[in-house]
């Protein structure tokens, strides 16, 4: 089965600074996504890459995809404090199922 | 997107006792999952509910522990039975958006167990 690892675990930044994060997993994909999670709640979807695109924007957000490599990067411009909250990668296959990775906590400082 | 409740919110319940969690969504949904986040841990999938169709499970989760129920498309009852410390976690429910592999998550139901 596919594991995603993101790192850093933990990631402190300023307001105003960019927050980037990474993940890998171990199997082919056909889309890899981006979730976050407040304080122990729901997820909330945030970008989805497939397999065969190699970045992504979406507002302040910026998703890499390097599948030789099997890693993704997510990049936060301009952070906010709202922005504090665990951010999870997970790796979608053929089946409708997702295998999420161990997740980064961001705290952005205002 | 879809708006998906989940009840109860969190519990704190006794060892050896059962809980019986809901998740209602306001649109018809084909699939609908279960997920165990562990304290500080990420997500693992418990099961897929399908309407009409016993769930499948995966590996490590069996259906005498974590019975569910998906009576129709817009409700499924996830049950943790004979709970124990371990089973302290948030556990989730979610539904495919219809857009493909993306998925809507409620808002989890924090279990306790002592």
């Known amino acids: 089965s596919q594991q995603g690892e993101e790192d850093p675990q933990a990631l402190s930044i300023q307001e105003g600074e960019n927050a980037t994060m990474n993940c890998s997993y171990k199997?082919?994909?056909?889309?890899l996504q981006w979730y976050r999670q407040n304080s122990g709640r729901g997820l909330v979807h945030l970008i989805l890459?497939?397999?065969?695109?190699r970045e992504k924007h979406s507002g302040r957000l910026r998703v890499t995809l390097d599948t030789s490599k099997k890693s993704s990067s997510l990049l936060i411009t301009a952070s906010r404090a709202a922005d504090t909250a665990s951010y999870f990668c997970?790796?979608?296959?053929?089946?409708?199922?997702?295998?999420f990775g161990k997740g980064t906590l961001l705290t952005v400082n205002p | 997107s879809a708006v998906i409740s989940q009840k109860p919110s969190r519990d704190i319940c006794q060892r050896g006792t059962s809980l019986t969690i809901q998740c209602q969504v306001d649109?018809?949904?084909?699939?609908m999952f279960w997920y165990r986040q562990q304290p500080g841990q990420s997500l693992t999938l418990i099961a897929t509910?399908?309407?009409?169709?016993?769930?499948?499970?995966e590996s490590g989760f069996v259906i005498d522990k974590f019975p569910i129920s998906r009576p129709n498309l817009t409700f499924s009852t996830l049950t943790v039975s004979n709970m124990s410390p371990e089973d302290s976690s948030i556990y989730l429910c979610?539904?495919?958006?219809?857009?493909?592999?993306?998925?809507?998550f409620g808002p989890g139901t924090r279990l306790t167990v002592l």
């Open positions: 979610s539904v495919d958006s219809g857009n493909p592999d993306t998925q809507y």
């Open positions: 997970a790796s979608g296959g053929s089946n409708y199922k997702l295998t």
């Open positions: 649109s018809q949904v084909t699939m």
């Open positions: 199997t082919s994909i056909n889309n």
């Open positions: 890459i497939r397999s065969n695109e």
């Open positions: 509910a399908n309407q009409g169709s016993e769930a499948t499970y």
